[in-house]
Each structure stands twice: as C-alpha cells, then as structure tokens.
C-alpha cells in the first residue's frame, strides 16, 4: 500500500508527541486537515446523499463498490484474522463494527473482514465531515460508497444521520464507527473511545462487534496486519439507554485493551 502521507509523517510523530504530554488522546494530529466552514458544510455536508437516493449516487456507488473491493482484494495478501469465529453468530444480522483509527486504508481493512462475513457492498462508514472533500483517488472513492459524514449540526444529525444510520442497520447492513475519532497514523495503541457507537448501538438494540487491528512486518520486512476480533457486545432491553451505552462501551474498551500493545 502506497504511503500517501510519507512527507507529513514526521510532522504527524511530532503532533502525536504533544497531544500525549498534553493528555490529549484524540485530538486532531493530520496537518493540513480540511477545516469545514460553515458554507461548505450547509452547502456539501447537509445536503449529502445520504442514502444513495440520486441516479448519480447509485451509478458511482456501483463504481466506487468496485474500486474499493478491488483494492481490498490487493491488500488481503497482507491481513490475517485472529477470532473469526466470534463474529460469525452475526452473520446475515445488522451490527455495528468499532475499530481503531490507524491509517486511511483502514476502512479497506475493515471491508476485508465484512466481505469474508458476507457483507460485500453492505458496509456504511461514519466519517468526519472534512473527509468529503479529501482530494485525490482515494477521496473520490470515499464519496462514492456507502459513507455517512458526521456534523455538529443538531438539525442535520436529527433529521437526516441519525435515520440514515437507523435504515442502514433495518437493512442488515454494517455500519463502522471509529470510537477514537481522530486518524493517528500507525499508532499502535488505543485510545480513549467516546460514547457515539454505543449510544446508537443501544437505541437501535443491534450489538457491537469490536475488533482492533495491530501489524507487525514479517521476515522479508512486509507489513502484516492482523484484525483482531471480540466476542459481540450486546445491550440489555431491561436496561436503560444511558447504562446499556456505558456498559457497551466499558466492554470494548476492556477488549481493545487486552489487545494493544502496552
């Protein structure tokens, strides 16, 4: 996989370096990152195509489905699987799929899993809102799939994100979240989740499938990653909100936890 952002690395180690002495474990650490204005956001991100609705959409998510299952493909040489057998009781149900925030690709990483679980073109993405104007090839296949860009914009998220998030999992679709939020690129570790994945998977009572990705480089000095995967995390119906919310996202955190490198 190509390193797109071998020239900002250092700058990013540097950025990652002061957010941990500042206590600051999901802060912004790309720089460059695009900054939403207002405009932009009531322009591009709240009026978003959600939901594939336009003859436009649907004919470049068919295109964007084929690019980036292409590109899953490419890389399956590099990912092993440790716990298989933990997702398959979901399998054909709608859950939510919580990973670490590594790398831009990590989504195609995610996607090998879903294919290998019978999902293909069956995964919906929360993303950022800034990433709907990431430019290159790799921006241009992010709009075309399944994505749903996150806004702090309380009308928008009440009227359009939340019940798109709510079809996409009637449908039986999986729908990722990444809990750290904040792209830190390569860092092994985890990070400090916030509640938005729990909180949804709980109000709409599908479980959580976490699982936390690591890597390490073979004898030939090849990246390998390894997509870790816990057993389910279910809500409680005689529980409310709030707590089933708390206790999902204490287990996970419990489980990535286990797996991260000290």
């Known amino acids: 996989m190509k390193d797109i952002f071998a020239a900002l690395r250092p700058k ?43 003859l436009r959409s649907k004919v470049k998510r068919i295109f964007g489905n084929i690019a980036a299952n292409k590109k899953t493909r490419d890389i399956a040489k590099y990912i092993e699987t440790n716990g298989l057998e933990n997702a398959l009781p979901l399998k054909g149900k709608a859950f939510i799929l919580t990973s670490n925030h590594y790398s831009p690709y990590d989504n195609l990483i995610a996607r090998h899993l879903t294919n290998k679980l019978g999902y293909k073109n069956k995964l919906s993405i929360i993303i950022n809102e800034s990433n709907i104007f990431m430019p290159g090839k790799l921006g241009k296949i992010l709009r075309s799939v399944d994505v749903l860009p996150y806004a702090q914009d309380f009308e928008y998220l009440g009227k359009r994100f939340n019940p798109a998030i709510g079809n996409a999992l009637k449908k039986k679709r999986v729908v990722l979240i990444y809990p750290e939020q904040e792209m830190w690129l390569d860092y092994p570790r985890t990070r400090p989740l916030k509640p938005g994945a729990y909180h949804y998977a709980a109000k709409f009572n599908v479980p959580i499938l976490p699982i936390f990705v690591t890597w390490k480089k073979d004898e030939e000095g090849v990246t390998k990653y390894i997509i870790n995967i816990g057993k389910p995390i279910y809500s409680d119906t005689k529980l409310s909100l709030a707590v089933n919310k708390k206790n999902m996202l204490t287990a996970d955190d419990s489980f990535k936890k286990s797996i991260s490198p000290k």
């Not at 941990?20 to 720089?31: E, F, T, Y």
């Not at 939403?36 to 609705?53: C, F, G, S, W």
């Open 12 to 54: 990013v180690n540097e950025n990652i370096k002061k957010a941990i002495a500042a206590g600051d474990l999901n802060a912004k650490v790309m720089p460059g990152d695009h900054v939403v204005t207002k405009a932009e956001r009531a322009k591009y991100v709240v009026t978003y195509d959600l939901e594939k609705k336009t």
